[in-house]
């Protein structure tokens, strides 16, 4: 049984390998529209920044967190910005499929659609910001000092747990792409809410940083991995984020079925 | 003139029938407005004020350049780089009219409706959070304000129309509009009042087309400019209109000569 499913995931494995490496060499193709993507990614990104510097020019910190320690939340956002996107991109592609037809064809074939349209179509050219951001996170960090081991590896823990509510995300919209064909906006939306945690969350008011945490938990993907690798964090933060990433997982997991069984076929 | 009219009101029913999709657009843009509101609230309520803006001020800033930002970069015409590499361009150059026009039109609908939208996020925002927003009660600053917002809708409207007309020459069309989207979200002042940034850098800024679009606009309705700096401030936009005006006109002849129709 075990060996079975270890083979079912290393076909899965060798598949997704394969189509990421198509997606990037179609992406590839057109060097001037990577090399303008990514200038404008960098100048967004640049730009924030100053941004930053200007907003804490005076006080020195924002919400009691000083300009490397916002910058900290910010890098934290983008990473798990990148990766979800990186990993997910077909998502931003399901509508077609939607309002095409083509994805009664995607239901026909031997392997899970769900994986198939949260995969399928993984881009390398989102990566490329990823290893000048961790340098520079780096950097930041020893700005700020006393950073151990354990901080950094609980914060990489805490980023993956971050990336399995951004996938939830991710599920929940495919979901409702599924009943309502619906989708850019949606997964427009999700962007917009992490971007909420691009600041410490103690900018909000109260009840808007509760709403946070429980009910769309962008502190869990954000505020508590960044808290992590600044040292303040306790026990129990780390507890209220594994839980809300499971209970988001298995949400959006009945989601996908429920959406799965009203689906009509109507488009092909 | 009455077939524009229809293409505008086209455009204002098409986008009423995917209303899902328009609707989750709309929360996109008030979630955007609800971050920027607590951002600048919690800084002005700690420090006072910010750079010489105190808390009113600064949240009456960011309340009307998202209103005004609203109701200038919204447009249709970024699908235009599309038509023209799928060839479906050639459809309207064999009808009865102007293609700039009939964009123009479309931007009239697609703003009319943004902005009724807006209108009533905004009394349902003034509802909950009652913000500490200034009314200008000035009724000739008022005229000069809805004066300003029609030239940005204008020159916006050249800019963006110009970025598209790259599809006559190459399929990147997308590539330089996203680096454009990303520029102009920090200086045109959609982010924070211009004119905190060093002197220097301000004064050049306010050469170029983009101030023009939402801070100069915004500063209008605070009050907060001389009538020597509207006047300025008018001369500079309506020089760029025109600028914009000749070089899309340009641009659009010289696109056409090389236009092949390809994809049909």
């Not at chain 1, 505020?223 to 959006?252: E, H, K, Y």
């Not at chain 2, 407005?33 to 105190?54: A, I, K, P």
């Amino acid at each position: 049984m075990y060996t079975q499913r270890r083979d079912v995931n290393m076909r899965y494995l060798s598949l997704w390998l394969k189509i990421t490496t198509q997606t990037t060499q179609v992406a590839f193709a057109s060097r001037l529209g990577v090399a303008l993507f990514t200038l404008g990614k960098v100048i967004r990104f640049v730009f924030f920044i100053l941004f930053l510097f200007l907003l804490t020019s005076k006080t020195r910190t924002l919400g009691g967190y000083t300009i490397w320690e916002v910058l900290l939340f910010f890098l934290t956002f983008n990473v798990i910005d990148i990766i979800a996107q990186f990993l997910w991109r077909e998502v931003y592609r399901f509508r077609t499929y939607i309002v095409s037809g083509s994805f009664d064809m995607v239901l026909t074939k031997p392997i899970s659609p769900l994986l198939r349209v949260l995969f399928g179509g993984s881009d390398a050219l989102d990566l490329i910001t990823l290893v000048p951001l961790v340098i520079f996170m780096a950097y930041v960090a020893t700005q700020i000092g006393d950073i151990s081991i354990i901080n950094v590896i609980v914060y990489i823990l805490l980023i993956a747990n971050g990336l399995i509510i951004a996938l939830s995300f991710h599920i929940f919209v495919l979901a409702l792409g599924v009943i309502t064909t619906e989708v850019d906006n949606a997964i427009w939306i999700f962007r917009e809410i992490t971007q909420l945690g691009r600041f410490p969350l103690n900018i909000y008011p109260k009840a808007v940083g509760l709403i946070f945490t429980f009910v769309i938990p962008v502190a869990a993907m954000i505020t508590i991995p960044t808290n992590s690798l600044m040292g303040i964090l306790s026990p129990a933060g780390v507890i209220i984020c594994i839980c809300l990433s499971g209970i988001f997982l298995s949400l959006s997991l009945l989601s996908w079925k429920e959406a799965l069984k009203r689906y009509a076929s109507a488009s092909s | 003139m009455k077939k524009y009219i229809q293409i505008a009101k086209n455009t204002w029913d098409e986008a009423l029938i995917y209303r899902t999709s328009f609707i989750f657009y709309r929360v996109r843009e008030l979630l955007k407005l609800f971050s920027l509101y607590f951002l600048w609230y919690f800084v002005t309520s700690r420090n006072g004020d910010f750079f010489g803006y105190d808390q009113s001020g600064i949240i009456t800033y960011l309340l009307i350049s998202t209103f005004v930002g609203d109701f200038i970069f919204s447009t249709r015409t970024t699908a235009i780089a599309s038509e023209i590499n799928e060839g479906i361009l050639t459809n309207f150059l064999v009808r009865p009219l102007s293609y700039l026009k009939y964009y123009f039109a479309r931007d009239i609908g697609d703003k009319a409706l943004n902005v009724s939208f807006a209108l009533v996020e905004y009394a349902a925002f003034f509802a909950i959070l009652r913000p500490p927003f200034i009314f200008q009660e000035n009724f000739i600053l008022i005229l000069i304000f809805i004066t300003s917002v029609l030239l940005g809708v204008i020159l916006y409207f050249f800019i963006s129309v110009l970025i598209s007309l790259i599809g006559f020459w190459s399929n990147e069309g997308w590539g330089p509009r996203f680096i454009f989207y990303q520029v102009i979200g920090f200086i045109s002042g959609s982010l924070f009042p211009l004119d905190v940034l060093p002197k220097p850098l301000f004064a050049l800024l306010e050469l170029l087309p983009f101030p023009y679009l939402i801070f100069f606009q915004s500063k209008i309705y605070q009050g907060q400019l001389s009538g020597i700096e509207i006047g300025r401030g008018f001369l500079i936009l309506i020089l760029w209109i025109f600028i914009m005006y000749f070089i899309t006109l340009s641009v659009w002849k010289k696109g056409l000569r090389v236009y092949t129709a390809q994809g049909r």
